[in-house]
């Protein structure tokens, strides 16, 4: 069985400043994890995968992740936030062969 | 095509009635999905589809629900007997197979408003 917890329902940052969404998850077998990004009325959009290549993973419009096994946790972040960058986020997890289980979402503001 | 298509785009429908969501997936995925994403929730998995064939249903919430798909193509999903609790977004998703590895390619969802 599989479970993504994002800690955080609702994250606000200055434009510029260091943008850090939380990602826990739970996985029976080893995992992949993905990070999508959904704009307001839009469909969702992959930002970056870890499918057990290299733990630090860079994505589309400068965010990356790593994933950490002893934490158990695949944090996503961007050094310098834009206005653009407000939208829902979701992390989730499946294994080989298994359907992708989701966070509940955390929204970003990006102040400015 | 180029992308997972999805119709329509928004439903109103009374309580009671039927209704039909229809998605196209990429050319060639293989694998096909269904999630609900209630307001201010995450998204709940329906139904998985490799080929015509759906391997897990775990996730339709009751026997209104119900899915199919043809040619290895286009997939709909029957909700029958609407009730207010199933107001949601209904998101599809196609990858070109059933191991994951590729993630997932989302179509912009069915609203659906049960009045």
């Known amino acids: 069985a599989q479970s993504v917890t994002q800690l955080g329902s609702h994250v606000s940052v200055s434009e510029g400043a260091l943008v850090l969404l939380r990602c826990n998850y739970s996985s029976s077998v080893p995992p992949y994890l993905f990070w999508y990004v959904q704009y307001p009325n839009q469909g969702l959009q992959l930002l970056l995968k870890?499918?057990?290549?290299?733990?630090l993973v860079k994505g589309i419009n400068g965010f990356e992740a790593e994933f950490k096994k002893s934490e158990t946790s695949f944090h996503l972040t961007k050094p310098s936030a834009h206005m653009s960058d407000a939208a829902e986020y979701f992390c989730?997890?499946?294994?080989?062969?298994?359907?992708?289980?989701f966070g509940a979402g955390t929204i970003l503001r990006v102040k400015s | 095509g180029a992308g997972v298509s999805q119709s329509p785009s928004n439903k109103v429908t009374e309580k009671g009635k039927d209704v039909e969501l229809r998605c196209d997936p990429i050319s060639g995925h293989t694998a096909l999905y269904w999630y609900r994403q209630r307001l201010g929730q995450g998204l709940e998995f329906l139904i998985y589809?490799?080929?015509?064939?759906?391997?897990?249903k775990s996730g339709l919430p009751s026997d209104r629900f119900s899915a199919e798909r043809t040619g290895e193509s286009v997939s709909t999903l029957t909700i029958q007997r609407t009730q207010q609790e199933d107001s949601a977004v209904y998101l599809c998703?196609?990858?070109?197979?059933?191991?994951?590895?590729?993630?997932?390619?989302f179509g912009s969802g069915t609203r659906l408003t049960v009045v």
């Open positions: 870890y499918t057990s290549a290299a733990t």
């Open positions: 589809f490799q080929g015509n064939s759906a391997p897990d």
């Open positions: 998703a196609s990858s070109t197979d059933g191991t994951g590895l590729d993630g997932y390619t």
């Open positions: 989730a997890v499946s294994g080989y062969g298994n359907k992708l289980v």
